[in-house]
Each structure stands twice: as C-alpha cells, then as structure tokens.
C-alpha cells in the first residue's frame, strides 16, 4: 500500500525564520511530488511540484528531492505570519491518482 | 495555475433530500476529475475518479449508489449526494489534471440537518 507520512505538527516558527516541513513515501516507483498549502476551512493549493533529485526554488520556497532516500521536503524562508497553514505533501506514481500525506501545521509566530 | 470552479460553495439541507455539485474545469478539458472528501481536521480522502464518457471508479468503502458521479462533457463533472444524512455533512471538493498538476476546485460545505 502506498503511505506517504508527514509529521503532523504543529511546527511553530518565528516570523523570519525558515520552515523546514518533511515528507517520506513509501513506493520507489513515485514519480512526480507536490506540494500544497490549506488554510484552515479552504481547499488545497498548489505551490511546489518537483520530479527530479536535487532542489527546486520559487520564491520563497524550496521544495528537495531525495528518491534513493524517498524522502522530500519543502523549506520556506522569511516565514510569514500568512504562511500559517496545513502543508500537504503528495505524490503519483505513474497512474493520475495522487497519494497524499495527513499533512503538517505550521504556525508562524509574530 | 489551472481554474477549477465548484457549485455550490455551501448547502444546506434536510435529512433524506439529494444534492448536486457541480464541478467545472474553467481554462482547460479534463477528462479526469477527482472528488474528495473531508472531515474538519482530518485530512483528505479521495472518493472516486470521474471520467469523461464512462463510469467513474469509486475507491473502497464509498458506495456508488450513494454518491452519483456523471461526467458527461469535458468541462463538467457532478457529484450528487442522494438521500443525505447528518453523517454525509462534509467538507466535498473536486480537482482536476490540465496536464502534469492536479488543481482543486474551491469546495463545497454541506451540511445536512
């Protein structure tokens, strides 16, 4: 079965300071990985996508890929009050479906 | 990204009545579209695949009769809810794949009395 486990937090922050969330899968075969932000009440949006080894930034944000350890993450620096949020990690392997983590609360202190 | 649009955002609604939601792909065609489910703080749970033209697939547990899934144009697909009860009051949203990304439609609150 395929499990994609993120740490279910709360991870608190001070505002300015970097957010490091994790996520680990299950499926060597997974090929493309995703990252989404929901506030509380809101659906799902997407804010990182990666599908190779290595580091992919966007802004404030940089998602990591690591598939021999099966591990993937997402940092977020200058963190914001407004980046308090749900973090969804999810990830396909080859099929349209998307296998998606519980999920990591940020909270980012003033 | 991709604009997914649903309707409505919010029902209410009596025990035992139907209820439709409508989820539309805005700036792309979808012949895949994803309904999902969720309960306040727990995360989300896919309940079927709907695809343009055929029958959707329903993951376990979720019973087809209860939850009627139609496809029927490449922008459109609907969710209806029959005879709802408490226990379906819910969190529903759809999403759909332009290409590689998967995009949420806003979601639909309902709550049945």
């Known amino acids: 079965q395929k499990e994609v486990e993120q740490n279910s937090g709360p991870l608190s922050v001070p505002e300015g300071a970097i957010a490091s969330l994790n996520c680990t899968y299950s499926?060597?075969?997974?090929?493309?990985f995703f990252w989404y932000r929901q506030y509380s009440g809101k659906s799902p949006e997407l804010i990182m996508s990666i599908y190779s080894n290595g580091d992919k930034e966007d802004g404030r944000f940089t998602a990591q890929l690591n598939k021999a350890s099966q591990y993937v993450s997402l940092l977020i620096r200058d963190s914001q009050p407004s980046d308090s949020a749900t973090y969804l990690c999810a990830v396909r392997a080859g099929s349209y479906q998307l296998t998606f983590g519980k999920g990591t609360k940020l909270s980012v202190i003033p | 990204g991709a604009v997914v649009s649903q309707h409505p955002s919010w029902v209410i609604c009596k025990s035992g009545t139907s209820v439709k939601i409508e989820c539309r792909s805005l700036?792309?065609?979808?012949?895949?579209m994803f309904w999902y489910r969720q309960f306040p703080k727990q995360s989300l749970m896919l309940m079927a695949t709907s695809n343009e033209g055929s029958k959707a697939t329903y993951e376990q547990g979720v019973e087809k009769d209860k939850f009627l899934i139609n496809h029927a144009s490449l922008t459109l697909s609907t969710l209806t809810v029959t005879s709802a009860h408490p226990e379906d009051s819910s969190f529903y949203i759809c999403?759909?794949?332009?290409?590689?990304?998967?995009?949420f439609g806003p979601g639909t609150r309902l709550t049945v009395l």
């Open positions: 700036d792309f065609q979808a012949t895949t």
């Open positions: 499926d060597r075969g997974s090929q493309s």
């Open positions: 999403s759909a794949l332009p290409a590689n990304e998967q995009f």
